[in-house]
């Protein structure tokens, strides 16, 4: 996608941040844990934080059978999705050119219910995999009456915009002259060192010993 799919998705604030391709859309979405998902209801507009991951050409995310969250997106309800990375505060010269950088996406639609225990236990492989690879091989596997218990959905990426601001501030020409530090303050999610739980003394596997690496 080089264009927005749809007129809802077409970026019109600052149009040269925005991206419509899957790469840039794919590499957002690889790089979080979190998506915020906005809906509306009888009881108003909600915006809740949910783990997410990424199977191909859809988001997935889980929960309780029990969360009225997942009940109504599993009823299809209309929703919006953000995803965001701040990558760093700009700094220029004038207080309104202040900015910052950032990674964004934006989706819309309505989620699908993975119906069968086989497709979700699939998709719940793959949320172990994306928490660390091998993973599932260790820990005990969903029972069926835990993944009875859950809902797994899965929303098409096909409506979606990315956004992306890097670089320098932008000030204006008659704020040149001010004597103002000016520049980026990046900012980074960093892996520390793993905390290994007490009396836990299970050799640390690949994924834990390469964690800050
Ligand atoms: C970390 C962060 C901090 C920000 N802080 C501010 C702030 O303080 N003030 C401010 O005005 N703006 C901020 N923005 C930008 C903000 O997200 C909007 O892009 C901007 O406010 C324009 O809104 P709009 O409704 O006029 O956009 P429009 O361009 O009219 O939006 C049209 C469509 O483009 C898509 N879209 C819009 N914004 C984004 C986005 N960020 N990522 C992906 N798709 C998008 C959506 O589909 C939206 O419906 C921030 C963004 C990020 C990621």
Redesign the pocket.
């Known amino acids: 996608m080089s264009t927005a799919s749809s007129p809802?998705?077409?970026?019109?604030?600052i149009p040269e941040n925005a991206a419509y391709d899957r790469e840039t859309l794919y590499a957002i979405i690889d790089a979080t844990y979190l998506c915020h998902i906005a809906f509306h209801d009888d009881n108003g507009t909600h915006c809740l934080p949910m783990a997410c991951w990424r199977t191909g050409e859809y988001l997935y995310i889980h929960g309780s059978n029990g969360s009225r969250l997942m009940k109504q997106l599993a009823g299809g309800l209309e929703v919006s999705i953000a995803i965001?990375h701040?990558d760093g505060l700009v700094l220029a010269r004038s207080a309104f050119n202040h900015s910052?950088n950032?990674r964004?996406?934006?989706i819309y639609g309505q989620f699908q219910k993975i119906a069968t225990e086989a497709d979700k236990s699939t998709a719940m492989d793959a949320f172990m995999d994306k928490i660390a690879i091998g993973r599932k091989n260790e820990a005990r596997g969903g029972s069926q009456q835990e993944l009875g218990a859950t809902i797994v959905l899965r929303i098409p990426l096909n409506e979606a915009?990315?956004?992306v601001r890097s670089g320098p501030p932008i000030d204006d020409e008659k704020d040149l002259h001010i004597q103002a530090w000016t520049g980026v303050l990046p900012i980074v999610a960093q892996h520390v060192t793993p905390i290994a739980e007490a009396g836990n003394d299970v050799a640390e596997p690949e994924y834990v010993l390469l964690w800050t690496k």
């Open positions: 809802r998705t077409k970026i019109r604030r965001s701040l910052m950032y964004s996406a934006v915009a990315a956004k």
